[in-house]
């Protein structure tokens, strides 16, 4: 079907399931990106009945890649349970990588192009690739096409043991040399972001994961895997003054005010979301939960604002363009890399400056109900494996519009590299 279409189709959330969240180099430790999301799909395809079945596409990331899985989507559909025939594609888009993956297939579905997809991502930092000096790796490239002992020998001439110093990958951005966390701390200070504020999103986050796998809404959203049945950064014996001990991660002075927990931790897992379009769904004996409305996706001048405020751009554009202010949702689920971010993004929303100076408006977007917000937990209490965060809030927030029965959420997501993914759902 061509781009150009007089009208477009609903794109119905049918549901999602994800492995529990993991902290890095413990209970997935043995276990690749390619496993993770292959236990994902097959857990998936189970539940919603998919097994043989052809789907239209499937998109699927990880931020880090192993150069393994160069054919990480394909793979793991070809040994998920559905039928060969379904194809896959790969994407990144640092931490916004599984929202973006359901808007990739949702707007295939939207123009009829596919009738149902899965959308997903994963991380498992437990398997990072480490790779040795390029120096001494070029070297082992040379070797392996030299073709005589004598052409070998030439090419060992020189080689130093400081070659075989292992380069192991960070979370840095290129372009300022500062980890996210750094970066971070920056926005936390020119927002005035107080350390006790953090701490207090912290632990409302860890009091509200708790609270929600108390309730059981967390049953049919995550697969057991490796025995684990719970993400294991969740705590509910935190507190504030366990919380206040911890001393800053990034900026360790006695200004620094992100610490390890009121940060996302290191974290393993993997998360897939079931879309479609409403006849399929009723052809596969299946009930949309909500449906995905709209996305924007931002990104800023790196050297002019600070690296996680993408969002609050991409936000007030999305806004705009629906006609709606941020006051009309019933949920909203920001993505909490940091608590800071989170507190820097509200903060912006309501400054007039930034809102006329940035966002071109009038006047502020305004505060949100923070009651509404990240109601089952965030990032800091339940893991952020980068490319799986998307996949997790979607099938949350789809299932929480559900059981209100009617509503509208909102989901902003802030990504490395400056950039920022949103959408809005609607149930």
């Known amino acids: 079907m061509p781009f150009q279409t007089k009208s477009t189709r609903r794109v119905a959330i049918l549901g999602g399931l994800r492995t529990p969240f993991a902290r890095s180099a413990g209970v997935y430790k043995n276990l690749s990106n390619l496993d993770l999301l292959t236990l994902n799909l097959q857990a998936l395809t189970r539940q919603f009945g998919l097994h043989g079945k052809r789907l239209g596409d499937v998109a699927l990331g990880a931020v880090i890649n192993h150069p393994r899985d160069w054919n990480l989507a394909r793979e793991a559909v070809l040994h998920s349970g559905l039928s060969p025939e379904t194809p896959a594609v790969g994407l990144q888009r640092a931490c916004g990588t599984s929202l973006e993956a359901a808007i990739l297939i949702g707007s295939k579905i939207a123009l009829g192009q596919i009738d149902s997809g899965i959308a997903g991502g994963c991380d498992s930092m437990s398997d990072v690739p480490v790779f040795y000096q390029r120096r001494f790796a070029q070297r082992l490239l040379d070797l392996s096409r ?3 002992w004598q052409d070998k020998l030439k090419l060992l001439k020189g080689f130093s043991v400081d070659e075989l110093k292992p380069a192991y990958p960070a979370v840095t951005e290129a372009t300022t040399n500062l980890s996210m966390g750094e970066s971070c701390e920056l926005m936390a200070k020119h927002w005035k972001i107080p350390r006790d504020d953090q701490d207090q999103l912290a632990l409302e986050s860890h009091q509200k994961g708790v609270a929600a796998y108390k309730r059981g809404f967390y ?7 490796n025995g684990l049945s719970r993400d294991n950064n969740l705590r509910e014996d935190t507190s504030l003054e366990k919380l206040a001990k911890l001393k800053p991660s990034f900026d360790k002075s006695p200004s620094g ?3 390890a ?8 897992g993997s998360s897939a979301v079931l879309l479609g379009t409403e006849e399929w769904a009723r052809a596969n004996g299946q009930k949309p939960l909500a449906y995905l409305v709209d996305s924007e996706v931002a990104a800023i001048n790196l050297h002019e604002e600070g690296l996680l405020m993408a969002p609050a751009y991409a936000v007030s554009r999305m806004l705009e363009r629906n006609n709606l202010s941020l006051q009309d949702f019933d949920y909203y689920e920001i993505h909490e ?10 903060k912006a929303w309501e400054s007039p400056e930034f809102c006329k100076k940035r966002l071109g408006r009038d006047k502020p977007l305004g505060s949100i109900d923070r009651s509404k917000m990240n109601v089952n937990g965030g990032s800091v209490a339940l893991g952020h494996p980068f490319g799986a965060t998307g996949g997790r ?5 789809a299932k929480q519009l559900h059981e209100k029965g009617s509503g509208r959420g909102l989901i902003s997501i802030c990504t490395g590299g400056g950039m920022g993914v949103t959408a809005i759902i609607e149930a």
């Open 146 to 148: 030299a073709r005589t």
């Open 219 to 225: 049953n049919d959203l995550i697969c057991e895997v």
């Open 257 to 259: 005010t992100l610490t």
């Open 261 to 268: 927990g009121n940060s996302s931790p290191l974290t393993d």
């Open 337 to 346: 890399a940091f608590a800071a971010q989170v507190l820097c993004t509200l």
């Open 393 to 397: 809030i979607l099938a949350t927030l």
